[in-house]
């Protein structure tokens, strides 16, 4: 049987190339890079725009820190996914841990559209605690299958419990 670019033949077995899966890999781990650059275009006017007139508290950092942090964790959360589907646990664990993770990043994009586009703030801090508990399920679940992949949500987990203060933070003042 003749080899092809994509697999090669060992013995009865075809398997793929190394570097198929390695592109594979980044594929998953650009996922959540490519979801928050999609929520960073939809956005970026209303921060320059809308964000910078209302009232935000005095322990809001500065806009310059939310791009590298939320770079770093979108990377985190896509080596975190590698891991989940390239574990050798049960499929019907990973399937659920994955839908959970599609889910929270769902939650998250849908928290940007509606606290920049939408400017509902109220709403914005309801969304944001399901992203929160959504979060959390994830990376239980994610720790069930592989304990690292479980860790490496955990900054995320975080820095959406400072983002939920603080949206509710300006939605207080801007009530």
């Keep these: 049987m003749a080899d092809d670019l994509f697999t090669r033949t060992v013995g009865a077995a075809r ?21 928050g650059g999609i929520g960073g275009l939809l956005t970026s006017d209303a921060i ?15 806009d310059w ?6 770079t770093t964790l979108y990377a985190m959360m896509g080596i975190a996914l ?12 990973r399937a659920l841990a994955v839908a959970l ?7 998250n994009l849908g928290w940007s559209w509606i606290f920049f586009v939408q400017h509902d703030l109220g709403l914005a801090l309801a969304e944001i605690i399901g992203l929160w508990l959504a ?10 299958i592989q304990p690292a992949a479980g860790a490496l949500l955990l900054p ?3 820095w959406v419990t400072f983002a939920s203060l603080l ?9």
């Design 15 to 35: 398997i793929p190339h190394p570097w198929r899966r390695r592109l594979s890999d980044a594929a998953i781990v650009a996922t959540p890079l490519v979801v």
């Design 48 to 62: 320059r725009g809308w964000y910078r007139t209302i009232e935000r508290p005095d322990w809001n950092p500065p």
């Design 65 to 70: 820190v939310f791009g590298p942090v939320w």
């Design 82 to 93: 590698v891991k989940v589907v390239r574990s050798e646990g049960r499929a019907d664990e």
């Design 101 to 107: 993770f599609a889910i929270q990043l769902a939650l």
């Design 135 to 144: 979060i959390a399920a994830t990376a239980g679940a994610f720790g069930r």
């Design 156 to 158: 995320y987990l975080g």
């Design 167 to 175: 949206t509710a933070s300006i939605w207080q003042l801007n009530r």
